[in-house]
């Protein structure tokens, strides 16, 4: 993958360095907008504080009470999110922290239901991909959790979803891949989602967001050619969005 390819795979608020994806840190008093990828300085996030409510003082700034993470969403409004919540896309929760996947060999990937390397094509010679296995691992196994890679790439934004503090939901999306003549630099995505136990559709900005992540995501098989053992694969999985609290004034010196 090219620079642009890979910081795209990582999403916005990441860039891809040291074949990694790196979160973009802020200077301090800042925080990073999660929907354009640009730090607010500390008077546009007060002004977000100021939308939602919320009254900073002097010496103060907004922030989320303790083993929370603040996120700012489109400069507008923002949110509490679990730790597990704002990891990166190459990244999953061991518990305590946000830690890098395991890298696999050419030829296989990481499935995170499995916690290993899984191997999803043939050798170099004859490049045939198991699309349904690729998709299983990428997305996650139908009727289970959504991978890490798939689920972070929107599951940081709850207001984007409409999940007010102190709710939860769990987004049901249904992904297809197609790859036409089995031709892998040919597949495209299609993603449905919906939320569990309602059945309403998620809003529209959060239908724009699961598809953005799952092209992301197949855009690491499509650079790599070669054909597909099936010309299609599906899977259905769900994703939590927590809205763990709402933001409220914490001390400049402290507060996550």
Do not use: H
Request: with cysteine; proline share 7%; glycine share 10%.
């Amino acid at each position: 993958m090219t620079q642009a390819e890979a910081n795209a795979y990582c999403g916005i608020g990441a860039r891809y360095e040291n074949y990694g994806c790196v979160p973009i840190i802020c200077p301090p008093g800042q925080e990073l907008d999660q929907n354009t990828g640009t730090c607010l300085a500390k008077q546009q996030v007060d002004q977000v504080a100021q939308n939602m409510g919320v009254q900073v003082g002097e010496n103060e700034k907004l922030g989320c009470p303790p083993g929370l993470v603040l996120v700012v969403e489109n400069a507008q409004t923002a949110s509490c999110v679990p730790p597990e919540n704002a990891c990166a896309r190459d990244e999953v929760w061991n518990g305590q922290a946000c830690a890098k996947m395991q890298q696999c060999a050419p030829g296989w990937i990481f499935d995170a239901a499995k916690n290993a390397c899984v191997a999803v094509s043939t050798d170099e010679d004859n490049y045939t991909v198991d699309l349904q296995a690729w998709t299983f691992a990428s997305y996650g196994p139908t009727g289970g959790t959504g991978t890490p890679a798939f689920c972070s790439g929107f599951n940081k934004k709850p207001r984007t979803f409409g999940v007010m503090p102190g709710t939860a939901v769990t987004v049901v999306v249904d992904v297809q891949v197609q790859a036409p003549g089995r031709n892998i630099t040919q597949s495209t995505v299609a993603t449905a989602a919906r939320i569990d136990g309602t059945g309403a559709a998620v809003t529209q900005q959060g239908a724009a967001e699961i598809q953005q992540t799952a092209e992301a995501l197949l855009s690491t098989l499509r650079v790599q050619a070669g054909k597909s053992a099936a010309d299609a694969a599906r899977t259905t999985v769900g994703c939590r969005v927590v809205n763990a609290a709402p933001p409220a004034p914490v001390p400049e010196s402290g507060g996550l």
